[in-house]
């Protein structure tokens, strides 16, 4: 009895005075960075924090990117993460009234981000307050292909009127002058949203996108009436295909130009194009009397507001908000 005694009390002091294993806090993050390009990108991103900070664990979600849009609806109120990709500006705004994203302003306060950030502040900020961190934006144009006009024998053109006229000389060698795919919706509405820039301006296209005027304008029709004069030279099935098969139309000279952002640029070459095949053009002028603008989206990073590990997820914004790890 004695011995089972002193035993159990060597247990207990071994119990006591051993070393304890640290556990890793894990960090949840919701993505949909599924293309190759920039899921390379981010699983470098996340490996790099993780050897900044190896006690933190990242489990990463992958999403694709019209699921994901379903998804973040759902996950957010359901089974939060602790960071999830997302957009600026008034892709945010319904995530932001609806409690959803968590204010982040303290981490632009600390790190100095409205002068490292400043190009995007506006676009991160509602009430006064930051609601993530941007870490890449991307400007969209015309991407052609080279071959196609040299075949045809004309010249990239620098206003509306002008692209039109090359659509028609496109249209009799048996090519299409504009490919899009739009069974998923986003690509048409790029397009559209230069045709709005282009004709009305920035402050009126602003007005458009903040509700403040009706689509019944007559100056929303002068937008559709610009559209229309392109429509018959858009590829027929646009419909029925997404914006990665319109890259294969342009990419085997089936279409001659292509209105998307230069994210494509590594699905272009992995088709095959190169310096030599691929070209891009500023968006044709409609109204030359207005100043121009360029359609530049944000890809941004939150912190839902029913995060499990907010504090970790905090590191990883300002980790991530780093010039070197932006330029990265």
Known sequence: ?????????????????????????????????????????????????????????????????????????????????????????????????????????????????????????????????????????????????????????????????????NCEKFKAAGIDCLTTGSKALWPVAGLFDYLSLRTNGYDWHMQLTNG????????????????AKVLPYVSANHAAIDWQDAVSNLVQGKAANYVMGNFAVAAFKDGGMTDETLGFMPFPTINPNIPRAEEAPTDTVHIPAAAKNPEDAKLFLAFMARPDVQTK
């Not at 403040?212 to 559209?227: C, G, K, L, M």
């Open 1 to 165: 009895m004695v011995h089972l005694r002193k035993g159990l009390v060597l247990a207990m002091l071994l119990a006591t005075t051993a070393p304890a294993f640290a556990q890793s806090r894990v960090l949840v993050f919701n993505t949909d960075a599924s293309d190759p390009a920039p899921k390379a990108a981010f699983d470098q991103l996340i490996a790099d924090f993780e050897a900044e900070y190896p006690e933190i664990d990242v489990q990463v979600n992958t999403f694709d990117h019209e699921g994901y849009k379903t998804a973040i609806r759902n996950f957010m109120t359901a089974d939060a993460p602790d960071l999830a990709n997302w957009y600026a500006g008034n892709r945010m705004g319904p995530f932001v009234e609806a409690g959803q994203f968590m204010d982040v302003s303290d981490i632009w306060a600390e790190n100095n981000l409205t002068e490292t950030l400043g190009s995007a502040l506006s676009s991160m900020t509602i009430d006064g307050k930051q609601w993530g961190i941007p870490y890449t934006y991307y400007q969209w144009g015309i991407y052609t292909n080279k071959d196609v006009y040299a075949q045809v024998g004309v010249e990239p053109a620098a206003t509306w009127d002008e692209f039109i006229a």
């Open 212 to 227: 403040e005027i009706p689509w019944t304008d007559d100056s929303v029709r002068a937008v559709f009436a610009e559209f």
